[in-house]
């Protein structure tokens, strides 16, 4: 970064995000670099900036507006941004990521006061590479790309759901340190079908329904050959693409480049991680558990992969491990007799006479584990949680789907209907729960607790490839994080203060995988650890003279 800060000076140095220290410049700084005149004469510590920062945030009455000052106060001074979000991550990432990002790429043309990230629209065909030429940081190792077609569980929001690859790359650096300069968010604009968007004014993309067939393939092709010549170390996360797209691009190009896609993958590992460190609490063996998923798309799909792939490890065969795992659409159960089922749903499809709800399927298949990833508000009903209360000791419900308002039941329902037995866990964050006495810790079963370890550890090793046994090792690596502590709180997540540590654990496992299958480009060094701890970013103010 210093050859670049002694190119900037002046106005030059205060707009630039990355570099600029605002009011904590010292003395020697502003006079040597042109700033003097240019910053109020008080300097600050870096301490007291945050107390003026946490100060204002808290003032802030909404979500939105938290939202609002966080994203004003990362474009002005990233340093300070990352500082004050690693520091009160509990209290931020809500904010700068699920639910609010939800509520803020709902409204992104109505706050809208400057673009941030890359928009690559369906105009811009052709001219790709031209484009990613644009963008001022050269080293770029991790990009975030989305279409905007099912942004959270909130539908079709087109270019507004920029607000998405934005904080999935905030989280990359503030829960395991990429460094924010080669960090990159793109937005795919190929329209929109939501009518209400084509119909605003303020509407942020191209006013166009969206581009679907073979002419969308071919964009998509363009864009990832340009990603691969422009940035050919960069790895290309695919997020909250329509389940179609999204496991279409992922056949196609997991074996051609380093690429993964959050929803599918992700989701799989902090899930498996969830129900594995759940086995503590109620004992047995995963091979011995059925698990029933009411949604049966991307994560639903994803996560039944992965619990395969751990049976299998267990000794179970292929086909008994599938017959664990149980889906019900908006149909009903997923079986074999169907004919309206998608290509993804298929291994999953088991012999049983057809059935048309969810309780019915608790009813008959007696499952250990639901898990809800349908974004369905209530979709967990009462009847349904009792049943399960009434068929084990410790139930286990995991409602994932986000935002908040899209969860399949709240953390209160599950304690409240499974009479405080209820092992749960949700995608976007519940208040602990007091019930009888006894306060119950739900655990926040968001890939957050993955994503930025996998990506950290396959850019450390340069990996070429993302592969399903690195999110299997991550599950395991966060599962062995969980201590007695977090158990006896009904919490089966570590503690979010931790997730710096989580991340890089599981990018030093994640990186050993990567070395041990030929992956990496670089020899494996006699220290991964060191090797993943030399990529990490801190949030702390550079000397510049
Ligand atoms: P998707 O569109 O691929 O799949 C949704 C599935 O739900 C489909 O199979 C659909 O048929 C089913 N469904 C819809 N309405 C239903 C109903 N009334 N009853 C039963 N099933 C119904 O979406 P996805 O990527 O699988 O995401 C689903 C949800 O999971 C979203 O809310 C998303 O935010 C959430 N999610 C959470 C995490 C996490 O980390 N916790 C990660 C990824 C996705």
């Known amino acids: 970064m210093k050859n670049y800060l002694h190119l900037k000076r002046g106005v030059d140095l205060l707009h630039d995000p990355l570099l600029n220290k605002g009011t904590a410049f010292t003395a020697a700084e502003r006079e040597q670099l042109g700033l003097r005149g240019l910053l109020s004469p008080r300097i600050t510590t870096m301490h007291e900036q945050l107390d003026r920062v946490l100060e204002s945030f808290r003032r802030k009455t909404s979500d939105l507006e938290k939202y609002i000052y966080l994203v004003s106060l990362q474009e002005r001074n990233e340093t300070l941004f990352y500082r004050v979000v690693t520091e009160n991550l509990g209290e931020m990432m809500p904010i700068i990521y699920t639910p609010t990002v939800g509520l803020a790429c709902q409204k992104w043309g109505h706050f809208f006061r400057r673009s941030r990230g890359l928009y690559i629209s369906t105009e811009d065909r052709g001219q790709i590479t031209r484009i990613l030429g644009n963008w001022p940081h050269p080293d770029i190792r991790m990009i975030v790309v989305t ?263 709240t953390a209160e329902q599950a304690y409240a209907w499974s009479a405080g037995r209820a092992i749960f866990a949700s995608g976007s964050p519940f208040a602990p729960v007091t019930l009888g006495g006894t306060t119950h810790v739900p655990g926040q079963g968001n890939n957050a607790y993955i994503f930025p370890g996998v990506g950290l550890g396959v850019v450390a090793s340069g990996s070429t490839r993302v592969t399903d046994e690195m999110f299997f090792v991550a599950a395991k690596t966060l599962a062995g994080l969980v201590t007695d502590a977090d158990l006896a709180l009904g919490r089966i997540y570590p503690d979010l203060a931790r997730i710096r540590e989580v991340s890089l654990a599981i990018a030093v496992a994640v990186a050993e995988v990567a070395y041990a299958r030929g992956l990496a480009r670089e020899a494996r060094p006699e220290s991964v650890a060191g090797l993943v701890q030399s990529y990490v970013y801190q949030p702390v103010y550079a000397d510049y003279v």
């Not at 607000?163 to 990429?178: D, E, F, M, R, V």
């Not at 309206?340 to 499952?367: G, I, N, Q």
Request: hydrophobic residues 40%.
């Open 147 to 409: 279409d905007g077609e099912r942004i959270l569980g909130l539908g079709d929001l087109g270019a507004n759901g920029m607000g998405i690859p934005l904080g999935k790359l905030s989280l990359y650096t503030a829960c395991a340190g990429l460094h924010p300069a080669q960090c990159l968010p793109i937005m795919l604009d190929v329209g929109t079908d939501t009518e209400s968007l084509l119909a605003d004014p303020l509407y942020i993309g191209l006013p166009n329904h969206r581009l679907r067939g073979p002419a969308y393939d071919e964009f998509l092709e363009e864009f990832v050959t340009s990603v691969q010549m422009f940035f050919p170390k960069a790895c290309l996360q695919f997020e909250d693409f329509g389940n179609a797209n999204a496991f279409s691009l992922l056949q196609r190009y997991r074996d051609r480049i380093c690429t993964f896609n959050d929803d599918i993958q992700g989701t799989a590992a902090v899930t498996l991680a969830g129900l594995a460190s759940s086995l503590r609490l109620t004992g047995g063996r995963l091979a011995d558990r059925k698990f029933l998923f009411l949604g049966a798309g991307e994560a639903g799909i994803g996560i039944g992969h992965l619990i395969v792939e751990a049976l299998k490890s267990e000794g179970v065969a292929e086909e008994t491990a599938r017959r664990q795992c149980w889906f019900v659409d908006s149909k009903g159960l997923v079986v074999r007799g169907r004919t309206d089922l998608v290509e993804h749903k298929k291994p999953f499809a088991h012999e049983h006479r057809a059935v048309s709800t969810l309780l019915e399927s608790v009813e008959a298949l007696k499952p250990a584990a639901l898990i809800g990833v349908s974004g369905t508000t209530g979709g967990f009903t009462q009847p349904v949680v009792e049943a399960m209360a009434r068929l084990n000791p410790r139930p286990v419900i995991f409602a994932l789907s986000n935002p908040t308002s899209k969860a399949e039941c």
